[in-house]
């Protein structure tokens, strides 16, 4: 068998990232004293069908953590590709410095089910309560329960129509990239 090309060993720290790129989404949360604000979230997997719920991985030290914490809600926004620079910056300033619904800025609107404001530039919201946190190493896991999801009409109908929704994908540090317009099905 001929040798494939040679492979080199990664520092443990890096390795995590050899998973991506994976999609960037907006976490949104209000504080209960009724302030908005807006993380950036790469970590972040579906996880049951029923009850629906997904898993992101936060650090403690992150203003949304907090703002989750308190008030048991939060709503995953998915922006577009076209909105990377604004992904980058809400992943790297914090709520506790500065007002990033209006410094960055973003349109916030009312949700269906949770005080959290939806983004309006994002195509899609996913309404959920915190359903269970665990420690696990310098993140925690913060699992959601979905209570209301909504995308632009047209856009999704059981699989997203590729050609309409360009996802922000982190392939990491300050590097951005987007799935290619080629869809195939298989036939199994
Ligand atoms: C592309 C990108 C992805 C990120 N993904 C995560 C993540 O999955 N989990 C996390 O805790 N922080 C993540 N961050 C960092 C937070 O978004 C960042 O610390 C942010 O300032 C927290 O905002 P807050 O303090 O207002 O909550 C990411 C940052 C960027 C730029």
Known sequence: MPEGPPKITLPLNQSLHLLHPYNA???STKT???QNNVMTIAWIIPTSVDP????MSVRKSRFSYK??????EFVVNIPTFDMAEKVLRAGRTS???????????FIARKAKMVKAPLIEECVAHLECKLWKTFEA??????IGEIIAATVIEGYFTKTWDITKFRPV???GQEFFTTCSLETVEIKF
């Open 25 to 27: 989404t907006l976490v």
């Open 95 to 105: 709520g506790k410095n500065i007002d990033k619904f209006a410094e960055l800025p």
């Open 52 to 55: 629906p719920l997904i898993t």
């Open 67 to 72: 703002a989750i914490q308190e008030t048991g």
């Open 169 to 171: 994908q982190h392939t």
């Open 137 to 142: 190493g310098d993140h925690d896991l913060i």
């Open 32 to 34: 209960p004293d009724g």
